[in-house]
């Protein structure tokens, strides 16, 4: 077996190598093979978090929000990090599977290594050279970025390679001031980006040797969300945050509301957009054979294409994402071979809007959950989800709640009566149904998870699809500009523009102009909530606009898991589809943040804790 020594400096290489058996690499053995080089290389991309698995199981971030939810039961079965969470046992003592405190440091150290190090070989160029050390200097302001979006303050020396027998004093750093590092990632990323190109070799990018490379548009998109994330109301005069201090008695966080945070985010998100465009991505959209947008297939499709088939949307994408198969069968009915249990939360479902655009609680939106539809619901589309007949949206027999609804909901959703393509039948949720059982494998709260996964996908045959794994797409940047400027500018054209964008693609009316900034805010936040559902975003939204108590602190609701019979009526005990409490989530301030991990605080005395930990 090959080990590669990662924490090591170049003055102290060669005594230490001297010692080394002689199964070990030495620095000039890597670097003067062009495998060993990119295999270092790829060693540091490897801390990238999967948006598959990782933001359900490792990082959690899905289910620690509000769209998502598992069963206690599973816990034991490697969730338990996650679950411990929405339950409010968190502490600095919790586990946590991807330690970013640990972790990331390693690949910044190991990034730090190869810039060092890196040098022209045999089919590696000058140009090759240069680079490679570019992608570095992205994943080093990258992995910044992760830190500080969970942690706030951390230590932070960048560029320097820590000695392994330097004096403790150099060693255990106190925290830096948020705003310092913010500024750091600021301006390195937008260097960087003037040092890499904004997509690689067409005829090669979206191989698996090149795509999810760093890029120009990945710098500039990770500066906007960083910037975003500084603008907002967690890390922006929060009050809550005021006498955080650190060794040095400086402030972690400037106590003071700074309003050029806004307009320093909307002009970082104009100029990801502007280039973005400009290097040709685009949302990703198909056609009708009437030249009209498809929605479902355009929002269906954009999560499971790739770069290299079109898909342009991706900004930001990881290619390796271990056990897709797996991760697949986890949204999928047990019926058809999935895990069951893993269920989308009925505030979700609520959060969907109708299909003229307007939000279920609107008097004018038609909604209601009375009732079961007589007719089958037809659209103008390709989409084959809705039942046997393309163009089927919903089948006779769906209950009201499902019916009419915006094409995301039918892409994201797996309800009672939804079409099962692979089954050629409907899903059956209501008890003594094919896709339950009163156990964990079944939906717990009525329903299942169909964003994301290829309607081809069949468990109980073995039949999965590979698909990229999406960590930034330009939906998020035109979202993301549209909030920064209705904080900084309201009422710019712009903010109707780039929203309404999003919509169109969605196949619901234009917002139209003229509404208040605290109506744009919420139509912002409520299009952010559907667009990226079960993304992994929400649960960052909602962090940093300091919403945890109103969306991570309440009862969840679903349909009636003990039902057994196809009724609505709410004096019925056995009727399943009538709104019925879950579970609790646990929410309290502290959360906002995590904990630094409490062994580290043990190694360094200078690290100061996260308030109310």
């Known amino acids: ?24 690499l030495t620095m000039d053995a890597i670097f003067n093979d062009k495998i060993r080089t990119e295999d270092w290389l790829a060693g540091v991309y490897s801390g990238i978090p999967s ?21 206690a039961e599973w816990a034991p079965f490697g ?18 599977n991807p330690y970013y405190w640990v972790e990331l440091p390693k690949r910044i150290r190991s990034a730090l290594i190869f810039q060092q190090q890196v040098k022209p070989l045999p089919g590696v160029s000058d140009a090759d050279v240069e680079n490679m050390k570019a992608q570095c200097r992205f994943l080093i302001a990258y992995y910044y970025a992760l830190m500080i979006e969970l942690y706030g303050p951390i230590p932070f020396r960048p560029g320097i390679i820590e000695s392994v027998d330097a004096p403790a004093s150099e060693l255990m750093t106190t925290q830096s001031p948020y705003d310092e590092v913010v500024d750091w990632i600021d301006k390195e990323l937008k260097e960087v980006a003037g040092k890499l190109p904004a997509e690689y070799a ?14 120009s548009i990945m710098c500039l998109a990770i500066r906007a969300r960083v910037l975003l994330f500084a603008a907002s109301p967690l890390f922006n005069g929060n009050a809550d945050l005021k006498d955080w201090k650190n060794k040095n008695g400086d402030n972690m966080f400037n106590p003071a509301y700074d309003p050029n945070k806004w307009k320093r985010a909307a002009d970082a998100c104009k100029e990801l957009v502007d280039a973005a465009e400009a290097a040709g991505y685009r949302l990703y959209t198909e056609n009708n ?13 954009m999560s499971l294409k790739k770069f290299s088939e079109g898909n342009r949307e991706i900004i930001f994408g990881r290619p390796d994402n271990p056990d897709i ?28 809007y109708m299909k003229n655009g307007l939000p279920i609680t609107d008097a004018a939106s038609g909604y209601t959950e009375k009732g079961f539809a007589a007719d089958m619901e037809k659209r103008n589309t390709r989409w084959p989800g809705g039942g046997p007949e393309v163009g089927t949206v919903t089948l006779p027999g769906t209950f009201n709640m499902y019916c009419n609804r915006e094409p995301r909901f039918y892409v994201s959703v797996i309800f009672d009566g939804a079409w099962l393509g692979v ?82 693609r969605a196949g619901i009316p234009p917002v ?22 079960c993304e992994g975003i929400r649960f960052h939204d909602i962090r940093r606009w300091k919403a945890g108590e109103e969306f991570l602190n309440r009862g969840l609701y679903g349909m009636n898991f003990s039902g057994n019979e196809r009724s609505d009526d709410p004096a019925n005990p056995n009727a399943f589809f009538k709104r019925t409490f879950y579970k609790n989530k646990i929410f309290t301030k502290k959360m906002y943040l995590w904990p630094v991990p409490q062994a580290q605080m043990d190694i360094n005395p200078n690290l100061v804790q996260a308030p109310g930990y």
């Open 325 to 352: 198969n797996g991760w697949e069968a986890h949204h999928l009915p047990i019926g058809i071979g999935g895990n069951g249990g893993l269920g989308v939360t009925q505030e979700l479902v609520d959060a969907f």
């Open 79 to 96: 969730w338990r990090n996650v679950y411990a969470y929405t339950v409010g046992d968190w502490n600095p003592g919790s586990a946590w």
């Open 512 to 533: 139209a102009a003229g509404k208040p900034q605290d109506e744009m805010r919420r139509i912002i936040r409520t299009e952010r909530r559907i667009e990226f559902n």
């Open 202 to 215: 067409p005829a090669i990018y979206g191989s698996a040797h090149d795509w999810g490379k760093a890029t």
């Open 1 to 24: 077996m090959i080990t590669v020594l990662l924490l090591v400096t170049t003055a102290g290489c060669k005594k230490f190598l001297d010692k080394m058996p002689d199964d070990q």
């Open 289 to 301: 054979t009437d030249g009209t947008v498809d929605p479902f297939m355009s929002y269906y499709n």
């Open 51 to 71: 948006p598959i698995w990782g933001y359900f199981k490792d990082q959690g971030f899905n289910i620690m929000g509000d769209d998502m939810t598992i069963p």
């Open 423 to 504: 089954d050629r039948r409907k899903a059956e949720f209501v008890q003594g149904g094919r896709d339950t059982r009163f156990s964990f494998d079944a939906p717990q709260n009525g329903y299942n998870v169909r964003k994301r996964i290829n309607l081809d996908v069949f468990p109980r045959e073995g039949r999965f699809n590979y698909q990229p794994g999406i960590i930034y797409r330009l939906a998020e940047a035109y979202l993301s500009y549209a909030e920064a400027l209705n904080e900084s500018a309201p009422g710019d054209p712009d903010i109707l523009k780039y929203l309404n964008k999003v919509r169109e």
